[in-house]
């Protein structure tokens, strides 16, 4: 028996020694090359999994227009919930607010008069946000609503923690003058304590009747003042990416018309939005984040802007082509609204809204993953010829695939969706090694291994899909935009996993999906050199490129390597066609690896699998080094100029 578990012993020994013997090698010709695109690497927002409601979006009550029970009333306000008992309030709902597209309103009749006759904390509403508010001490919160009432008003307005706990709280009063007309009303509160399961409640100990609408509450320190959470706002922005494609997905199809994303319900001001129920993902929005916030977002970060925007076609449902134009007006109109001047009709409510430039919109996609629906090429030829008569230097998106064979129609790209195991993802890193390389280019603008592999953010899959990109920038003379899909998840509606960034009320995180995409950063405008990759391994994929570094304007050279095997890879990199020497010193090494490959982050470990930098000691033209098992990694040279 023992002299089995030496021979084991050896035999382990030996396997690992035989592989980290075989070296691949990539040859890299720096002296030839081509450009990438510099829209290759972006960002896809879709409202799925409360993505933009609860989330980006910086608003902090859910359903705050009371408009997500119907427009027939009585109806729910969930999740607003009744503060007292129904011997001292009654709450109900009805259609008397002064806003034509928002006509629910809460009704509360107060029937208890004066603190000594009312339930102790007084009787009212609250709400608790989406799955909690999180309240930060000395933070101060806007708080707007719209009331009116049988006479004058005496009401608290607080922030109250978990454990009953006030946070902050402001009186509103109008002994004054009666409130018989909707008036506005604002509070600015400042906590005094920190809770992330809070709530927030409108109360009174005055007897009367009462209608409230449209409450908001906004932390006033938002991302760049625009309204969005910080920490996720960020967690984009530190993508760099050059475009960002929004606000969906099917989120923007709908399952049926009627419930479909209609640009012209978000926009103007927040309280006379009507929002809508998204019935493909399961919820309510008051379209906070709506298309005028897409675009200031995509300027905000420094990306290009694509909208997706509905043409006529759900998941259940067509308009027949010859009934498409008051649809195609809807198109012109959000582009005139993006991109006219702010005298014409659509551009002037852009220049209400606090921008009166137009926003640089260059990219529109006619619909999402409808190719096989029997109108869309019929509306697609509606709408492309009126967008290009109208916006000649608008370029286009089909939804079709042309990676295989020739579109039927004109495009200037073409959308490429995937979503598969891990295994299958790796061996998709060649799908474009044989696509046409005329006419139009490919848009890849979602892609993620997903179930069983994906788990809830595996570092297999994101090895996988490293190696999936590293083809994608080889092929970028053909692929001229990808991003990775979905974007968020707040961890209490998981709707779709997994995704780039998870979080909560108060916390976030990045998946090893996210993190791997920070090495394909400086990829967009880079020059991919020319590479040849001699191996016998069929789990190496690599690349290298040149780009100019933005914080001091040198130029590196990065070499990216993933290993997809069990075993460790042995791999050198030779590099010739250089004008000046590699730098000695200065490089770096980042790795994404781990123990385990259905290795996660999480809120308790975040930081579990994240890039790894070290330095690359003795750089040069020539380099050997040993790759992890299951691994990208990714090497930058520095040049003496």
Not at 344 to 368: C, Q, T, Y
Not at 398 to 424: G, T, V
Not at 473 to 486: G, I, L, Q, R, T
């Amino acid at each position: 028996m023992m002299s089995l578990k030496i021979f084991l012993v050896y035999l382990t020994f030996f396997t690992v020694y035989c592989y980290a013997d075989e070296t691949s090698t990539l040859h890299i010709d720096a002296s030839k090359g081509r450009k990438i695109p510099d829209t290759f690497f972006g960002a896809f927002f879709e409202e799925i999994n409360h993505a933009g409601a609860g989330g980006l979006w910086g608003e902090l009550v859910s359903n705050r227009g009371f408009e997500a029970g119907g427009q027939s009333v009585p109806s729910t306000i969930f999740p607003w919930t009744v503060v007292g008992d129904d011997s001292s309030i009654e709450v109900s709902t009805d259609r008397s607010s002064c806003f034509d597209r928002n006509k629910v309103a809460v009704r509360i009749n107060v029937l208890c008069d004066g603190p000594k006759f009312c339930p102790p904390g007084a009787v009212g509403i609250s709400n608790p946000g989406f799955w909690g508010m999180n309240i930060e001490k000395a933070h101060k919160y806007k708080v707007v609503f719209f009331v009116k009432a049988s006479g004058w008003i005496d009401l608290d307005v607080s922030f109250i923690g978990s454990d009953n706990e006030t946070l902050a709280s402001n009186n509103i009063r109008s002994s004054d003058q009666n409130v018989t007309e909707w008036r506005r009303m604002e509070s600015v509160l400042e906590a005094k304590a920190t809770d992330h399961n809070a709530s927030l409640q409108i109360t009174t100990t005055k007897k009367g009747v009462l209608w409230l609408d449209q409450v908001s509450a906004m932390p006033l320190d938002t991302y760049k003042g625009h309204g969005l959470r910080k920490d996720l706002a960020q967690m984009v922005a530190d993508l760099k990416p050059r475009f960002f494609r929004f606000p969906g997905g099917c989120f923007v199809e709908g399952g049926y018309m009627r419930n479909a994303f209609r640009w012209k319900d978000s926009v103007g001001a927040w309280e006379e939005r009507p929002g809508h129920y998204g019935d493909v993902w399961d919820y309510w929005t008051d379209d906070g984040f709506g298309y005028f916030e897409g675009l200031q977002f995509s300027e905000d970060i420094g990306a290009l802007p694509i909208w997706v925007f509905n043409n006529g076609l759900s998941l259940n449902d067509e308009v027949d082509t010859p009934l498409i134009a008051p649809f195609i007006q809807e198109a012109l109109d959000g582009l005139e609204f993006a991109k006219g001047s702010a005298r014409s009709k659509w551009g002037s409510l852009r220049a209400s809204m606090g921008h009166p430039e137009p926003f640089d919109l260059r990219i529109v996609a006619i619909g999402n993953e409808e190719c096989a629906m029997s109108k869309y090429r019929g509306n697609y030829l509606k709408f492309y010829d009126a967008i290009k008569h109208a916006y000649p230097d608008i370029q286009i998106i089909s939804n079709c695939d042309a990676s295989q064979k020739p579109l039927d129609h004109p495009a200037d790209f073409y959308d490429f969706h995937i979503y598969s195991h891990a295994n299958e993802m790796f061996s998709k890193h060649t799908i474009f090694d044989d696509a046409p390389r005329y006419g139009p280019k490919a848009f890849v603008s979602e892609y993620a291994v997903w179930q069983s592999d994906a788990g809830n953010g595996t570092l297999l899959a994101a090895i996988a899909e490293a190696a999936f990109l590293i083809g994608l920038e080889k092929n970028s003379d053909v692929v001229h935009m990808v991003c990775y899909a979905p974007l968020f998840v707040n961890t209490n509606d998981k709707k779709w996993t997994p995704d780039a960034i998870v979080f909560n009320s108060h916390e976030s995180y990045g998946t090893p999906s996210y993190w791997l995409q920070h090495l394909f950063t400086t990829s967009s405008g880079a020059t991919l050199l020319d590479s040849t990759l001699q191996t016998s391994s069929n789990y190496i994929v690599a690349s290298a490129i040149e780009y100019t570094n933005a914080t001091d304007k040198n130029k590196y050279m990065r070499v990216k390597v993933v290993n997809f095997g069990s075993d460790p890879q042995n791999f050198r990199f030779s590099v010739t066609g250089l004008d000046s020497k590699v730098q000695s010193s200065g490089a770096t090494k980042t790795v994404i690896t781990g123990p385990n490959v259905k290795e996660e982050n999480s809120f308790s470990e975040p930081n579990k699998i994240v890039p790894q930098h070290t330095s690359l000691e003795n750089a040069s033209e020539d380099m050997n080094v040993l790759l992890a098992p299951y691994s990208i990694t990714s090497f930058d040279l520095s040049y003496i100029i």
